[in-house]
């Protein structure tokens, strides 16, 4: 197995995140990576290497984002010091929204002001942005495009570690800890690389809201998720089990919500549901966004899944019989995030 290593993800790293009034200190942290490599250094499951710079990663982003969002991203950090040049001090956080058009707000008068313009591409304050964000998170896509070449090029398994992560950002937008959609860049590289059909199959705690909406009119690549019901957990405006798809994409999208407190008995049924989906779907490849932040130590989350739950995870997934691509999501217990993490792996491997 090939494990792409993503080497600048330590210039992303947040101080501080807005959540309910109060800034806390942020969650996802450059420590949760060096967990996993640590652990990787101790039972070396696959071979550590880094995405070679000749990838058309430009075009790989353009497919799944908005050129518009996409040179947001490149200039962010450069018009957020020049609003202010103290500014470089501190990380950006967005403070003012634009809503929906549905507000009465205007979306045809785009602002100059750029707090108004984070606002516009940016759906939570607790994600910080800084100098190094943008490079870290092209360097992380850069990994899932190489692992989806990597499948493409025969390799069964090829893991991503993707940090910052990416399953929460849309086609024009930022939020939950995200920037680039790194499963949707690698479901849409195998697409490209000729593949007719790739499932996405989300086993974050949160749900997958911008690789839903990525896909959600397309009938090429079925997006499946398995997360806490939005009722009542991030990101709460997506990720109900009525949303299937629309247009050509009807019945191509399948949420399986399950209620806080949830454990692996009740968690491993839902898989068994989602895993009959792919199944039916009958795809060439599978996408597996894989957070780790359905532990029971996770700090932010709410399901029960205790550490050894996780090689049974990798054995499923392997039980697919699909060449198969993994992203790096959530996973907030960071010391316990190494070996959860190289447990799917293992798993993988039989
Ligand atoms: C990729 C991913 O897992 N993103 C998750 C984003 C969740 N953001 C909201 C987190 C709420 C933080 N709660 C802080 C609790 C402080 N005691
Ligand atoms: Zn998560």
Sequence with gaps: MKIFHNTRHAEHSGRQEMFRGRLVDCHEVPQRLQHVLDE?????????VQPTADLPLDAALRQVHSADYLDFLARAWSDWVALDPTNAERD????????????????????L????????????????????????????A????????AVLGGERFAMALTRPPGH?????????????????????????????RVAVLDVDYHHGNGTQTIFYERSDVLTVSIHGDPRTEYPFFLGHADERG???????????????????EVWWAALQTAMQAVSDFAPQALVVPLGLDTFEGDPISGFKLRSADY????????ALGLPTVLTLEGGYAAADLGVNTVNVLEGLRG
């Design 40 to 48: 990787l250094a101790r039972r070396p499951v696959g071979a550590l």
């Design 92 to 111: 950006a956080l967005p403070s003012v929204w634009p809503l929906a058009a549905k507000h009465g707000f205007r979306t045809d008068a785009p602002p």
């Design 113 to 140: 002001n750029f707090a108004a313009r984070l606002g516009q591409y940016a759906f939570d304050s607790g994600t910080p942005l800084m100098a190094g964000s943008w490079a870290a998170a092209r360097e992380g």
């Design 142 to 149: 850069a990994c899932a495009l190489a692992a989806a070449q």
């Design 168 to 196: 929460h950002a849309g086609p024009n937008y930022m939020g939950g800890y995200c920037f680039i959609n790194n499963a949707a860049v690698a479901a849409q590289a195998l697409r490209d690389g000729g593949l007719q």
């Design 246 to 264: 629309h247009g050509a994409g009807e019945g191509f999208n399948l949420n399986l919500p399950l209620p806080r407190g949830t454990g692996f």
């Design 311 to 318: 090689l049974q995870i990798g054995r499923a997934i392997a």
